[in-house]
């Protein structure tokens, strides 16, 4: 189907089901009961989670294909951003332009880094992104304020032109179809929300999953796996490796310019943030922990963190208390003082912990943790069957 084979297309089917369906999945407890506290179904961090998605699945081109650790990916994010709420302010609230300027912006600006960086490999490579992405988060927060706002950020304001807004919506929207609508659907205990700003997000999704399928299963796919794997003996055979890594970045920067435009388009606001060097590493840890190298570990190690960020930054003092108050008082206390210094603002504790255990278990990321226990299972019902038969009086 869509000239994948039957492994590749079911894994995209499966990423499809996960992805239309997760207002319901991630919905799983009742609303009314103390376990709905671990719910996620609710837009914004569903939008986030697919929009993550699209950032990682990106950075994996360029890191998990080709083995080049970038640094300084939210500089692409940022700029597909500011792209967006321009487009925003100059035409209209129609998120389609926005996203189209996000992702050619986003190109040519990866072009340019990619140019001067690509020179250089290794850590490198590595601290020169670092360095660009630094000098673009310091020029978007005071050197361009006119085109950036500054650190207030860029937003859309009543004096803005808008040459094409004429009597359209005043909010994002899809040819008329506002972001921010959603269908709330109440069954029993359940409470779902279906919003319109996610599905554009999740069919964006889809069709960068496709895309970055058929780019792992191409020659190009393949030239940027040899490429990883053994550069000295690529050049030996003649091959000039550097236009293959150029194309891998910049594809990897359109992806990441997507991410910001769908960020705009969701809340038309762009900031230097951003940019920050905080968000480049938090895609290279999404990446690893659910798997450099592999299609469906980016979108699972996004989804994770992002999930992992909603449920301890939630976790108050308070809520500890209630949830430990079958304690003795004292024991009660000791309980709650140690586990808020990994929740709430300290959730990057527990996040550094998760990495950390990760990395020496399973160093594959979660989709190797997946295929052990496949294996496990597999080996459990092999052997069982085995067992019985060997019990069984022959005939």
Not at 51 to 56: N, P, R
Not at 148 to 168: A, I, R
Not at 331 to 340: D, F, G, R, T
Not at 342 to 365: C, D, K, R, S
Request: a neutral charge; proline letters at 5%.
């Amino acid at each position: 189907m869509l000239g994948l084979n039957a492994k590749d297309t079911t894994l995209l089917i499966v990423v499809a089901i996960l992805a239309l369906a997760a207002p319901v999945i991630l919905n799983i407890f009742p609303s009314d009961s103390a376990l709905a506290f671990f719910n996620g179904g609710y837009p914004d961090l569903m939008q986030r989670f697919v929009i993550f998605g699209i950032f990682a699945i990106g950075f994996n081109i360029l890191f998990g294909l080709t083995g080049y650790l970038s640094f300084g990916h939210a500089a692409f994010l940022g700029v597909g951003s500011y792209a967006a709420v321009w487009m925003f302010k100059l035409l209209s609230y129609n998120v389609v332009p926005a996203i189209i300027l996000s992702i050619i912006v986003a190109g040519v600006f990866s072009l340019v880094i990619g140019f001067v960086s690509l020179r250089r490999s290794g850590i490198y490579f590595s601290i020169l992104t670092l360095a660009f992405a630094e000098m673009s988060y310091r020029l978007a927060y005071s050197v361009l304020t006119p085109l950036t706002n500054g650190e207030t950020g860029l937003q859309v304001y009543n004096d803005d032109p808008q040459y094409l807004l004429g009597n359209g919506p005043t909010v994002p929207h899809l040819f008329g179809l506002e972001m921010r609508s959603k269908l709330d659907v109440a069954l029993g205990p359940w409470e779902f929300t279906f919003p319109v700003g996610y599905y554009l997000c999740a069919v964006l999704l889809l069709v960068s999953f496709y895309i970055a399928i058929r780019i792992f299963r191409s020659p190009f796919g393949l030239m940027l796996r040899a490429i990883k794997s053994n550069q000295t003996r690529m050049n030996y055979t003649g091959l000039n490796p550097k236009p293959y890594t150029l194309a891998a970045f910049v594809i990897s920067g359109m992806y990441a310019g997507l991410a910001g435009g769908l960020l705009a388009s969701m809340d038309p606001l762009a900031g230097a943030e951003r940019m920050q060097w905080t968000a480049s590493g938090e895609v290279v840890i999404m990446t690893i922990l659910g798997g450099a190298g592999t299609l469906i570990g980016p979108i699972l190690g996004a989804g994770t963190i992002k999930y992992l960020e909603n449920v301890f930054s939630k976790m108050n003092e308070s809520l500890l208390h209630d949830w430990f108050s079958f304690l003795p008082d004292g024991l009660e206390s000791v309980v709650v003082w140690v586990i808020s210094k990994f929740t709430g603002e300290g959730w990057h504790l527990t996040l550094g912990a998760i990495f950390m255990l990760v990395i020496i278990a399973l160093p594959g990321g979660l989709v190797e943790g997946g295929q052990r226990l496949k294996a496990w299972v597999s080996s459990k019902k092999s052997g069982g069957g085995k067992e019985k038969a060997s019990t069984e009086p022959a005939e």
